[in-house]
């Protein structure tokens, strides 16, 4: 691998922060506005469960980073079914990222405007935060990975201390218990609902063959699905424990514990860690445009090209976000907790392509001796 | 990276740097901060069917001078009417011209009558409006929230930081349970507990005195005494006195730090600080009767002895035993008045729900009206450790 190559790659810890920041806006963006939250034992039950239901989903992520670190899924779709099951992938891809970056863009703009500025046009608020976005993603991977490495750390300063400020109001007493009917519907369904807001998941078998080593994809998808479950236990547990229900009850519960914390003369820190919640907000959006520009790559080669069509749905997603902030009911309809979407794409298609993988690399053995599954490892990126 | 590629590169941050600055996002919906009154102190009153919102905003230009002086008047009142608690901030711009800013209120005081229409109607404005601060401490007046604002104290401090900080105090050194703005819209969100709020009130002036030149003026105008106790529902249902406000902050495990008198007439008086409380409320599920065990323990300081006719020996248990029974007293008036209220004030069903989540089902509904028959049993552990500047040779 030459020297040129390299500085185009992220290491493993730095895509896990990246992955964790983008994780996070959507964990600390739950409202009930947009579905029904679980709460007390049933939450807490529901998180640890999907952590390990999510692990599972790692498995064709390892099969596929170890026999072919050099493709994303979509050049695995590429040599397992030919150019049209890799323009399907990656038409799919582009339309679940189009979602979720309209999703995530209004999401931001709805939280902007419910907290920070309740008069302000939500027009206003994403044109900068857009613009900026595609300035970024036009630096590459590199350069927001390196960005969010140092925001992870404060980030996670910032919930420490929310947490120990929270800790003289917690009372064990305020996490009610599972009911005694449906008590496993609700934690599945609150397990189901954690793992269709991961999106990362399949983010992360786009990126793999980014990192300088992609063999330790897993050990990074590992490490994210960990820090991310026990920063939601901690984070809930908190919240629960100093609100009760009545924090999940909320708009922004995450906020609502923000709130009401205080630390003798520092008050109101709940403004101090919006600033960082809004960056939350940006390297989720900058992931899934980056990956969104990537997608595109498939359809057209030619960058000058590729870069007008991107500019040009550009233009769309805004629009489409525009839409969708001033829409929230809309938002609500679109906003599922069947975790169907996220099992196809993260796990279902990629074990079925690795099948596909090995079917064919057996026929070519069969066929032609001298051909290796060699011939399939290519950079693809 | 080649010159030219890193010369567009530069261009384009500057450019969109210097197009942020014209982002119109902070700018079209500001205020300045000398249009804005910072309010300090809220208070809510009912008359005529509407609510009367009293602001007792920081106004620095009352000094007279460019400087804050430790003794300069800062605050003024303002009142507004409307319908609704929202009508009446809204209509707060027109009394005099400022937006009401309430990022920095500190102390929410409900009159007796607007306490009688609800504490949600009273309260959830600024349970919803995300500049109000949530920590701030609600109070409860027996008469009108206005006169408890216009209150003045001598100390210079604005009266609303004075106000927050004896109803803090007052719960941190066990007198009176305090409660924030979140707590009360916690318990009047969950529908099936009430909750205590302190009593402020006016101290009577001594009418007595005979010349100014002999007049000190107080430190406070208002004092804590009592507590104001809030049906599930959050209408106010009754009043807890000194002792049941004390045995209130025990069996809410509240009781961190406090002091307590022992008083045996003709033989000793003796101050005990307890430094270390620990508090456990368990609930006794039978089949046929629900009741409660409540077990104490603490450390304490013997701070003051003063004996009269009285021999040291065997004091320390004495002493320690009499507190064990003032506590338990304490406990049960408070019991005693809770039932009587056939009120939840202790989050009772939240522990009946912890230890046994189908009974708590079970009596959910009716649980209140049957507080009466539940029975309170305590035991007390008083430990006397330490013994201040002064030890006498107990024995």
Redo the contacts between chains.
């Keep these: 691998m030459n020297a040129n190559a390299r500085t185009h790659r992220i290491s493993a810890p730095q895509l896990l922060m990246l992955l964790f920041l983008s994780r996070m806006f959507s964990v600390l963006n739950i409202s009930p506005v947009f579905g029904t939250l679980q709460s007390g034992m049933t939450l807490l039950l529901g998180t640890l469960i999907s952590f390990f239901l999510q692990c599972a989903f790692l498995f064709p992520l390892w099969l596929l980073s170890r026999r072919y670190p050099g493709k994303t899924l979509i050049g695995c779709a590429g040599d397992a079914g030919g150019e049209w099951l890799k323009k399907g992938a990656a038409l799919l891809f582009l339309l679940m990222f189009f979602i979720q970056i309209c999703g995530s863009l209004s999401a931001f703009s709805f939280f902007m405007t419910a907290i920070v500025f309740p008069k302000a046009s939500s027009i206003l608020l994403l044109i900068p935060f857009f613009l900026v976005l595609i300035l970024c993603v036009r630096w590459g991977l590199e350069s927001f990975s390196r960005a969010a490495a140092i925001f992870f750390w404060l980030f996670l300063l910032s919930t420490a201390s929310i947490c120990l400020c929270a800790i003289p109001n917690t009372d064990l007493l305020n996490i009610t218990p599972l009911p005694t009917q449906g008590a496993f519907g609700g934690i599945f369904s609150a397990a189901l609902g954690e793992i269709s807001k991961n999106g990362e998941l399949y983010c992360l078998l786009l990126l793999y063959p980014s990192l300088r080593t992609p063999q330790k994809a897993v050990h990074s998808g590992f490490w994210f699905l960990l820090l991310t479950c026990v920063f939601m236990l901690v984070t809930q547990t908190v919240i629960l424990s100093v609100l009760s229900d009545f924090g999940m009850e909320q708009t922004y519960p995450y906020y609502a514990l923000a709130s009401v914390v205080d630390l003798s003369v520092l008050q109101r820190l709940d403004s101090f860690h919006m600033s960082l919640w809004i960056v939350c907000a940006f390297f989720r959006s900058l992931l899934y445009v980056f990956l969104f520009k990537k997608c595109l790559g498939t359809f057209v080669i030619k960058k000058k090209a590729r870069a007008v069509l991107f500019y040009s749905l550009a233009v769309l997603l805004f629009f489409g976000s525009v839409f969708l902030a001033d829409h929230p009911q809309v938002v609500r309809a679109l906003n599922t907790s069947t975790a169907i979407v996220p099992t196809l794409l993260a796990f279902v298609f990629p074990l079925v392509l690795f099948i596909l993988l090995k079917r064919k690399e057996k026929r070519n053995e069969t066929n032609s001796p001298q051909k290796t599954h060699g011939a399939l490892m290519g950079a693809d990126r | 990276m080649k010159p030219i590629r890193r010369k567009r590169r530069m261009v384009?941050?500057w450019a969109?740097t210097v197009?942020?600055l014209f982002?119109?996002?902070?700018c079209?919906?500001s205020t300045p901060l000398s249009r804005q009154s910072i309010v300090q102190a809220i208070g809510i009153d009912y008359e005529n069917g509407a609510y009367t919102l009293s602001f007792q905003i920081f106004s620095p230009s009352e000094s007279g001078g460019s400087n804050i002086g430790a003794s300069a008047d800062n605050a003024k009142q303002i009142t507004s009417t409307g319908k609704t608690v929202s009508e009446a901030m809204a209509n707060s711009v027109l009394v005099q011209g400022k937006r009401m800013f309430t990022?920095q209120n500190r102390v929410i005081v409900i009159g007796k009558a607007a306490a009688e229409q609800g504490l949600l109607s009273a309260l959830g404005y600024f349970g919803g409006d995300?500049s109000t601060?949530?920590?701030a401490q609600v109070l409860f007046s027996q008469t009108t929230a206005s006169e408890i604002l216009g209150a003045k104290g001598n100390q210079g401090i604005l009266p609303a930081e004075m106000l927050e900080q004896i109803a803090e105090n007052a719960g941190q050194h066990g007198k009176i349970p305090n409660a924030?703005l979140?707590e009360v819209?916690?318990a009047a969100?969950?529908d099936d507990k009430g909750i205590l709020l302190p009593v402020i009130a006016q101290i009577p002036q001594d009418s007595q005195s005979e010349s100014s030149a002999e007049q000190i003026d107080p430190v406070s105008a208002v004092h804590l005494t009592q507590a104001a106790a809030f049906t599930k529902d959050g209408f106010f249902c009754g009043i807890f006195d000194e002792e049941e406000s004390r045995g209130a902050l025990w069996l809410l495990?509240d009781m961190h730090h406090t002091k307590l008198t022992i008083s045996v007439p003709k033989q000793y008086t003796a101050a005990l600080e307890l430094y270390e409380v620990n508090t456990t409320l368990s609930p006794i599920l039978e089949e046929d009767n629900i009741s409660f065990h409540l077990t104490i323990s603490c450390r304490a300081s013997l701070t003051e002895t003063v004996l009269m006719d009285s021999s040291a020996a065997h004091l320390t248990e004495d002493i320690a035993a009499r507190a064990q029974a003032l506590i338990a007293d304490e406990c049960d008036a408070a019991w005693t008045r809770a039932s009587a209220l056939s009120t939840d004030l202790f989050?009772l069903k939240?522990?009946i729900?912890?230890k046994d989540?189908?009974r708590y089902?079970q009596i959910k509904s009716m649980f209140d009206e049957t507080l009466s028959d539940c029975l309170l049993t305590t035991s007390v552990t008083v430990t006397i450790d330490r013994y201040g500047k002064e030890y006498l040779p107990f024995s």
């Design positions: 384009l941050l969109l197009s942020l982002s119109c996002t902070g079209l919906s990022g995300p601060s949530r920590n924030k979140f819209l916690k969100d969950e495990n989050r939240d522990h729900m912890q989540t189908a089902e």
